[in-house]
């Protein structure tokens, strides 16, 4: 058995000449740079318009990165040194990263059945250091957005969502990013919608938007593309993380595709666990809202770790070559993160773990109910453009697998 699986690069399998035509016009134009040019630069405009749309937000900035996304909205609201910030134990590097980068302490919290951010867990990890929850939809699944706001809400923090796996999700019917005080998401090659680099910040509150704004470029506001000062509140330290011209033309082309390329992956999970269906000895992850799902990767949960060993082996055999069990999904666990479980200071004053006291431990056995899952748990990404056969070939070689 041989399975012809394609690698995931959900966006890159849609591009086609609508973006040629727009980086041309850049390049044409000679309009590299947002604000201003030989021409007239519109893309990253026109971008950030159907972000807003889109997410229903009432502002979108589009940045050069998802991380940078995140460091400047936690920039925003005021995120520094000695703060804790809530994060789950599956995460990516990037998001605990950007924690560290503001100076603050990263605490983890375990993840339920959904491998996304454990609502009761959340609770018990709040203190008066606690500045921000930090949920990260993960894996295409939107987090239960109503009973973390409701921790929120309840302790008065406010809450940033980490859209970048979850593109084109929503809960509820409701967007991810639209829930806490401010949202991001990331444009990079894995992504739902991609332009390479690229990432977005999307908050309803005007005064975050500009502290974000002044943060994510040089300090100071822009009136029709010229620096301008504002009022006091959003005066910062800029960080040069603006989005590059070429990457808006390309971003500008993607989010119209995007619930096109998320249908595509829906349906082909929806086939692929249709078959699967009745298979003994596997269970799935479960979603927190099934159509606010965005398919980009279905997880099996089996029995045992063993059990998980030998079908992430087989499946490999059978062509399915980027399957992970969870546990050794890189970066993507807290105790893989080698910066992490060595508490690597951002400087040689060694902050920002010595900036307050209390009990940091991230080495695996910090989150126990999470590592057993971890475990046990297998992620077969599902590519964006996958033929019936494919679908069919994956399902066959999953069975097979894990018989
Ligand atoms: C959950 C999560 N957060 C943040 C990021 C960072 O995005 P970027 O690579 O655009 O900096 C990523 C990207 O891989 C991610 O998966």
Redesign the pocket.
């Known amino acids: 058995m041989k399975v012809d699986w394609p690698y995931e690069f959900p966006g890159a399998y849609w591009l086609d000449e609508q973006e040629d035509r727009a980086v041309l016009d850049v390049l044409h134009n000679g309009s590299l740079f947002r604000y201003y040019g030989l021409g007239t630069p519109k893309y990253v405009d026109a971008y950030e318009a159907a972000a807003r749309e889109f997410y229903g937000t009432k502002y979108a900035l589009g940045m050069n990165?998802?991380?940078?996304a995140?460091i400047t909205a936690m920039a925003a609201l005021g995120v520094g040194p000695g703060c804790e910030v809530i994060l789950p134990a599956f995460?990516?590097v990037?998001?605990v990263g950007a924690v560290v980068q503001v100076n603050a302490i990263p605490i983890l919290c375990e993840v339920d059945d959904t491998l996304s951010m454990n609502p009761e867990d959340l609770d018990k990890k709040i203190t008066p250091r606690t500045k921000l929850i930090l949920p990260?939809h993960?894996a295409g699944n939107p987090c239960d957005m109503d009973a973390i706001m409701a921790v929120a809400e309840k302790h008065n923090i406010p809450v940033l969502e980490?859209c970048?796996?979850c593109n084109g999700g929503s809960f509820r019917g409701r967007s991810v990013g639209s829930f806490g005080q401010m949202g991001?998401f990331?444009?990079?090659l894995?992504?739902n919608m991609t332009s390479g680099?690229?990432?977005l910040l999307v908050t309803n509150d005007e005064k975050l938007y500009y502290k974000a704004f002044s943060a994510h470029d040089m300090g100071l506001i822009r009136v029709d593309g010229r620096l301008a000062t504002p009022e006091p509140y959003a005066l910062a330290w800029g960080s040069g993380r603006r989005m590059a011209e070429l990457c808006g033309a390309v971003a500008s082309v993607q989010i119209k595709k995007l619930p096109q390329i998320v249908d595509h992956m829906r349906a082909s999970k929806r086939r692929i666990k249709a078959m699967l269906e009745g298979t003994s000895g596997v269970e799935f992850r479960r979603l927190n809202d099934a159509d606010g799902d965005t398919g980009t990767f279905l997880i099996l949960v089996l029995e045992d770790e063993s059990k998980a060993l030998s079908a992430v082996e087989k499946m490999k055999e059978f062509g399915l070559h980027n399957v992970f069990r969870i546990a050794e999904y890189g970066l993507h666990i807290y105790y893989n993160i080698p910066s992490l479980v060595g508490k690597v200071p951002l400087s040689p004053a060694g902050n920002p773990w010595q900036l307050a006291e209390g009990v940091h431990d991230y080495h695996k056995g910090a989150c126990p109910k999470s590592d057993a899952l971890f475990a046990r748990s297998v992620l077969v990404p599902i590519p964006s453009r996958l033929t019936k056969d494919q679908e069919k070939a994956a399902a066959e070689a999953i069975k097979a697998a894990v018989s």
Do not use: F, P
């Open positions: 990165s998802g991380t940078g995140l995460m990516w990037a998001s990260i993960m980490d970048a796996q991001i990331s444009l990079q894995n992504k680099e690229g990432g």
